[in-house]
């Protein structure tokens, strides 16, 4: 009993801070300057977010049914497989369309389109 | 306890969704946009795992499942058009 | 049944001169005679038996739901028009044969004349009101072949045209009229209709139903103002003349008027109308005859005065009237036609019709001069002839006629003049044609006919001396019968007889026949006093109507149809919105008696995004891209809506379905504009908002009455036997798989063919690609990201697992053929996006056609498979097994129709899809080629 | 809940028409593929909108009605069907005649670049 409230509040901390996370990442995504830091929000404080509602769901599932769901695990993969490429694949258009970077961003983004014509050949 | 939990936690989703919404109408950029649409397809999925646990069933799971694999999927759709305009070459 | 053969033999007869063109014209002519002759053989057997006053009928199932079924009689007056329209057909026969000119084809004339005869046969035979008409537009429409038969002639062409529409309409009239009177009555079968004379005149649809007949009527035997028509069709070969518009056709017309007689006549209505119509015709076509220059005009124009004393006698409501008119039907089909062929002889020995020319021709033909002679000679009403003898109870009934009070003695005098007009054209005929000087620059030289060609003439002549001396045994038994037929109750005493004695009509007669050659010399005053009309052409004014009609149309239909689907779409929506508008109105509250479920913010926000998300679409739809992303969007939240109103498997279909729709609507964008131009005027998008705006209150206000409303499902059948029927707990899968089999089998059937369809259309599509995006900007030079390249690679294992997984467990839980066919279809994409066409087919060899075509094959298989253990098609059979991770699941029959669902839906998408990538590949070669 | 539901769909369905009345082929497929959405959504809810019940036999939950999930699920992929049917169509008439007005007729962009 003990032990099933101390999970009950784990789960729903998990569930918080996930909420938490994912409305920092949409912040993140209103807030900052140019589209490469907008970029973090979402790849890294969302990703986070919906990772922590996974975990929270998964315990919670393992509670009630004993054995923990296959499709949590699958979506969680899933997600941690892709969130990076499609991010990635992102800021890959959004070099190609030269997007202007705020001075606060490191890094020249153009000299990379040469990068990827050596990535070409 | 678990069922506030769950409400807050929906509601903050919600909360992020409707800021990527804004962010997509705003834009300015295409790029931009679309992070916005990707990031949107995220937060559903955490939205209908919520809902699963609100309702305590695994019954939406697919959902959340097919969100994760078609979002990524439609997203590197648009980005191969934006980048090669051609998508299937 | 032997009576329905009368019928059939001629229509099968129409098929023997097409077989025999072959074998000679006389063969061909011999061999097309037999089957008529056998028909008139059977005739003549039945004849007895219909004199003896029995009715014989055969009926056969047609259309019992509309009453309209094959049924056949041969009362007397049926027997009467038999023997006429096959006698004289034979006749026109052998003679057509030595009329037509070899160049004429012969078998086709013949087969067009079968055909005719057939529906003439039919008319007269018809106990069915709806057959009946049903032979009226086919005699009709041979008509027109007929009268069109040397096509190549426009007066032909014209004249055809003209007879065509005057007839068929008033058949469209009669059509009318007939259905009323079925009404009426609540039969068809003309043996019914006869005997309900009171019925019919009682009820209040007895004037419409009596027009409309004698419309019909009037318009098939070419009544004034009708008329006009029957010249024009002289313009067919005379032995069609001598058929349609001398024995037969014009006919049909009066037939018509003897076959209702029963039933319509005896009241005002048809008094005045008929006698009047008659009266008019009557004088009107003697009048013209008398100052026609062309043969066959002549005997055109007194035709339609003939008919139209027929329809006078049918029109004076007295049986003795109605027994002439039958009487004079017999007697001007024999001379008229005798007369039709002798202006056919003299039209073919002297090449032309002209009376101005044909002069004196008796020195040339004298054997024709006597026959033409006689033949006309009958027509005036010459005593010893048959014409007489009509002519005589024509005008002794003239006097019965008491109608018009104290106008009524105009009806004989005009009568009288009628005969003074007909005595002197037929004079014309004979004088102006075989005497009065010589012959003026013929063609040919004139010379007698070949002996056949005179043989049908002499025939008819014989009839006409024989009925004119002996009546009373020629024709006063079928007359009987004949009357019997058309006269109800007892029959009126008739006595056929060459002399009765001095009185009123035999003086009229007399003064007809001297006031008739008296006009007749006097003819060149009368011609003068002609002159000074304009002469109006009756095809002229028709052609010109016609056009006009036309014209009028094309202009109605430009106010329609002006070629913009943009148009006809608003038209569409608009009437749609007004015909839903109304169907709300009767719903007396919007709101139900329903109570609502309360509002959470979640739902709200979800809601709102949901609207804006398809407001900016159309807002933003000039930039193709952005109102694309936002209709993913909505895509996205429709789904969303689906899963938080308890349907899972719905969200899982339009999520697939979301994303498949955007790469489609991306692979095509990239052949399209970016842009769509503003061209649209600032009125259209305000009457397109506004239309739109009403569309959706109307949907919205529907939707809300629905859902405030308790509903009744059906739905308990399908939660019950879910399980114990289909053997699956997933119920929206099992009624596809399983109960509602059918319709899925249809539906992935449409899929299969959709996608076949637009591999087709992808076919040699010639399309311009855009080398930089709307900005200008090249095209990035990395085709393959290598991340995302060796990223998919990894996932498409791990996707195809979960596409099986979803289909395993679709039988019990969300899922199913659908969603997981498309997601395995998505994930296939995803390869050619990520990997290009050439390195996919270079591993995935196999073209999509045959897996679509395997998986609808599976599914209707799986379908007959339940046949083969006699069940209902689709029944399914299961039994359970236990996977591990994926749970106790039914291996069910209905698993393997899933499975045909789930490869159509793999096959037809992929066929869609990558296919659409493809068009592009030949012409961006990739890397991996050089 | 109801209300709400209503004018979503009457808001989609409004979309969807205008769009469907654009005189070019792709916003026409766009409003198509709304117009779809929102019957969808309006055949669907034909069954009553229930939050928490379920179409799975004992599985603990009340029923929804699933014919009209059954019915609605065809219509999507039968609509996507159609919809790439429309856009396939509106491609060949721009291959064709170089313009991708609905009614075929103003050639307006240079037809350059045929590989």
């Known amino acids: 009993m003990d032990l099933r409230f101390a999970l009950e509040v784990a789960v729903s901390a998990l569930m918080i801070a996930g909420g938490i996370f994912a409305v920092i990442g949409a912040m993140g995504m209103v807030r900052f300057r140019d589209f490469y830091m907008r970029l973090h929000g979402p790849t890294k404080s969302t990703t986070l977010g919906v990772g922590c509602v996974l975990l929270a769901s998964m315990s919670f599932f393992w509670l009630k049914n004993g054995h923990p769901s296959l499709q949590d695990m699958l979506i969680t993969l899933f997600l941690f497989i892709t969130t990076p490429v499609s991010a990635h694949l992102l800021t890959m258009s959004g070099l190609h369309h030269k997007l202007p970077s705020a001075p606060e961003t490191k890094g020249q983004p153009y000299e990379l389109d040469d990068e990827d014509d050596i990535a070409r050949n | 306890m678990l069922t506030n939990a769950i409400a807050i936690s929906a509601l903050l989703f919600m909360l992020a969704i409707a800021l990527n919404f804004y962010r997509l109408i705003i834009g300015p950029s295409i790029p931009d946009r679309l992070a916005a649409l990707d990031t949107m397809y995220v937060n559903a999925i955490g939205a209908i795992i919520l809902f699963g646990m609100w309702l305590n069933t695994t019954l939406y799971f697919e959902a959340a499942l097919l969100i994760a694999m078609l979002g990524f999927i439609s997203t590197v759709a648009v980005c191969k058009y934006l980048l090669r305009g051609d998508i299937i070459e | 049944m032997t009576l329905l053969l009368i019928v059939l033999l001629p229509l099968v007869g129409s098929l023997v001169p097409i077989a025999s063109a072959r074998s000679g014209r006389t063969t061909c002519a011999w061999l097309t005679a037999i089957l008529p002759a056998i028909a008139l053989g059977i005739a003549a057997w039945y004849t007895p038996a219909v004199f003896g006053g029995q009715l014989p009928q055969v009926s056969l199932d047609w259309v019992p739901a509309l009453g309209l079924d094959i049924a056949f009689r041969l009362d007397g007056l049926s027997l009467l028009f038999v023997y006429l329209v096959l006698g004289i057909g034979l006749l026109i026969i052998l003679y057509a044969r030595y009329y037509l000119s070899e160049k004429d084809s012969m078998s086709r004339f013949y087969a067009y004349l079968m055909l005719f005869m057939t529906a003439m046969l039919g008319i007269v035979t018809a106990d ?557 998008v305000s009457r397109d908002i506004l239309l739109s705006m009403i569309f959706g209150g109307v949907i919205a206000s529907l939707n809300y009455a629905v859902l405030t409303r308790p509903l009744q499902s059906i739905s308990t059948y399908f939660i019950e036997n879910s399980v114990p029927g289909g053997g699956g707990h997933n119920i929206v899968n099992v009624i596809l798989v399983d109960f509602r089999g059918f319709d899925t089998l249809g539906e992935i059937t449409v899929l299969g063919i959709a996608g076949i369809a637009i591999y087709k259309l992808l076919n040699r599509l010639r399309l311009f690609m855009p080398s930089s995006d709307m900005e200008g900007r090249p095209w990035s030079p990395d085709r393959y990201p290598v991340i995302l390249s060796s990223v998919s690679q990894t996932l498409l294992p791990l996707a195809l697992l979960v596409s099986v997984f979803i289909f395993l467990r679709g039988h019990n839980l969300p899922g199913g053929g659908f969603i997981a066919g498309l997601v395995a279809a998505v994930v296939i994409i995803l390869v050619y996006m990520s990997r290009g066409v050439e390195w996919t087919q270079r591993r995935m060899s196999f073209n999509y056609q045959p897996i679509a075509v395997t998986g609808v094959a599976i599914a209707a298989l799986t379908g007959l498979g339940s046949w083969v253990f006699n069940k209902p098609f689709l029944t399914s059979s299961f039994g359970h097994f236990d996977i591990p991770l994926i749970g106790d699941i039914e291996l069910a029959t209905a698993m393997m129709f899933d499975l045909g669902v789930y490869l159509t839906v793999v096959g037809s998408t992929l066929m869609i899809l990558a296919n659409l990538g493809k068009v592009t590949t030949p012409h961006r070669p990739s890397k991996e080629k050089q | 809940m109801e209300a709400l539901y209503a004018t979503v769909t009457g808001i989609l369905t409004a979309c969807g028409i205008y769009l469907t009345l654009r005189g070019r082929t792709f916003p026409v497929v766009v409003g198509l593929t709304l117009l779809s959405y929102a019957v969808n959504l309006f055949l669907f809810s034909m069954g009553g909108i229930t939050t928490g019940h379920t179409t799975i036999v004992d599985s603990g939950q009340p029923y929804a009605d699933p014919l009209p999930q059954a019915l609605v699920l065809t219509a999507i992929v039968i609509g996507f069907a159609m919809t790439a049917f429309v856009v396939i169509l509106a491609m060949r008439t721009r291959g064709d005649l170089g313009s991708d007005s609905v009614d075929g007729q103003r050639t307006d962009e240079p037809r350059e670049e045929r590989k």
Request: hydrophobic share 55%; aromatic share 10%; proline share 5%.
């Open chain 3, 128 to 684: 069915n009101l709806l057959l009946m008409w049903f032979f009226w537009e086919l005699t009709s429409l041979s008509s027109f072949l007929l009268i069109g038969y040397w096509s190549h002639l426009s007066e032909a062409r014209k004249g055809a045209r003209m007879a065509l529409t005057v007839t068929g309409a008033g058949g469209l009239c009669l059509l009318a009229g007939i259905l009323l009177m079925g009404h009426v009555v609540g039969s068809y079968s003309l043996t019914t209709v006869l005997e309900h004379r009171e019925l019919i005149q009682q009820s209040s649809l007895y004037q419409p139903i009596l027009l409309l007949f004698l419309l019909g009527a009037f318009t098939k035997s070419a009544q004034f103002p009708f008329q006009f028509w029957l010249p024009h069709a002289m313009a067919a070969p005379t032995p069609v003349s001598a058929y349609l518009h001398s024995a037969t056709m014009v006919k049909a017309g009066v037939f018509l008027l003897a076959r209702m007689y029963p039933v319509l006549s005896g009241t005002d209505e048809w008094f005045y109308i008929v006698t009047l119509t008659g009266l008019a015709t009557l004088l009107y076509g003697a009048f013209f005859a008398l100052i026609k220059q062309d043969l066959k005009g002549v005997l055109a124009f007194s035709t339609i005065s003939h008919l139209g004393l027929i329809t006078l006698l049918f029109g004076f409501n007295s049986k003795l009237a109605a027994v002439a008119g039958v009487f004079h039907i017999i007697n001007h089909a024999t001379f008229k036609a005798s007369l039709f062929m002798a202006a056919g002889i003299v039209d073919h020995e002297c090449g032309t019709r002209d009376i101005r020319k044909l002069n004196g021709l008796w020195r040339y033909m004298p054997y024709t001069t006597v026959l033409a002679a006689v033949a006309s000679a009958s027509m005036a009403g010459v005593p010893l002839l048959n014409g007489f003898l009509s002519k005589e109870m024509f005008l002794a009934q003239s006097l019965e006629a008491q109608m018009l009070g104290g106008l009524s003695w105009m009806i004989p005098a005009l009568a009288t003049l009628g005969s003074v007009l007909s005595v002197a054209y037929s004079l014309r005929f004979i004088h102006d044609v075989f005497f009065n000087g010589e012959p003026r620059d013929l063609p040919k030289t004139p010379h007698e006919p070949p002996r056949y060609m005179r043989l049908p003439i002499e025939i008819l002549i014989l009839l006409c001396i024989m009925v004119g001396i002996l009546p009373g045994i020629m024709v006063e038994p079928i007359l009987r019968a004949a009357t019997a037929a058309v006269v109800p109750g007892q029959a009126p005493e008739i006595h056929l007889a060459l002399w009765h004695g001095f009185n009123l009509p035999l003086m009229m007669s007399a003064i007809a026949l001297s006031a008739g050659v008296l006009v007749y010399l006097l003819r060149n005053h009368i011609y003068r006093f002609h002159r000074q009309f304009r002469a109006v052409n009756a095809r002229q004014s028709f052609e010109f109507s016609v056009q006009r009609v036309v014209r009028s149309a094309q202009w109605g239909l430009d106010r329609f149809e002006n070629g913009s689907l943009q148009r006809y779409m608003f038209l569409l929506l608009l009437s749609a919105v007004i015909v839903a508008a109304f169907g709300l109105m009767d719903v007396p509250s919007m709101a139900g008696l329903k109570s609502l479920q309360p509002l959470d913010p979640v739902v709200v926000t979800g809601a709102g995004i949901l609207c804006l998300a398809g407001l900016g679409t159309v807002m933003l739809h000039r930039r193709r891209l952005l109102s694309l992303l936002f209709l993913s969007v909505v895509g996205m939240f429709v789904s969303l809506t689906f899963a938080r109103f308890s349907a899972p498997d719905l969200a899982l279909t339009q999520l697939a379905v979301e994303v498949v729709t955007i790469i489609l609507l991306m692979l095509a964008l990239f052949f399209l504009p970016q842009k769509t131009p503003k061209e649209s005027s600032g009125r259209r």
